[in-house]
């Protein structure tokens, strides 16, 4: 099982960038679907961008044309490119695995805070 461990979260004022990170070891993310999920409080946990066999990606409404989800497999880390924040964007974020068969996450990160002011 992959173990993943976010970074680059912080505060931001809108329409700022932020890029997180998301390092993966204990199995190579090549044979794993990538996703970022976030959860502001009092809300429901939401994917907001996913990346399948590298090349194949899929982002909420309310992020497409935002935000960019790539992977670095020499580097085992995924990556989140945050553009034109805004405060709604407001929330902890979360990196997962799954194998590529299964539709259930396997593998979470420790979440990262994102903070965009208004």
């Known amino acids: 099982q992959v173990q993943l461990v976010e970074s680059g979260g912080g505060l931001v004022q809108a329409g700022g960038s932020l890029r997180l990170s998301c390092v993966a070891s204990g199995s190579r993310i090549s044979t794993y679907t990538m996703g970022w999920l976030r959860q502001a409080p009092g809300k429901e946990r939401e994917l907001v961008a996913i990346?399948?066999?590298?090349?194949?990606?899929n982002y909420s409404d309310s992020v497409k044309d935002r935000f960019v989800i790539s992977r670095d497999k020499t580097k085992s880390t995924v990556y989140l490119q945050m553009n034109r924040l805004k405060p709604e964007d407001t929330a902890v974020y979360y990196c997962a695995a799954r194998p590529r068969t299964a539709g259930v996450w396997s593998s979470w990160g420790q979440g990262t805070q994102v903070t965009v002011s208004s």
């Open positions: 990346d399948t066999y590298g090349f194949i990606k």
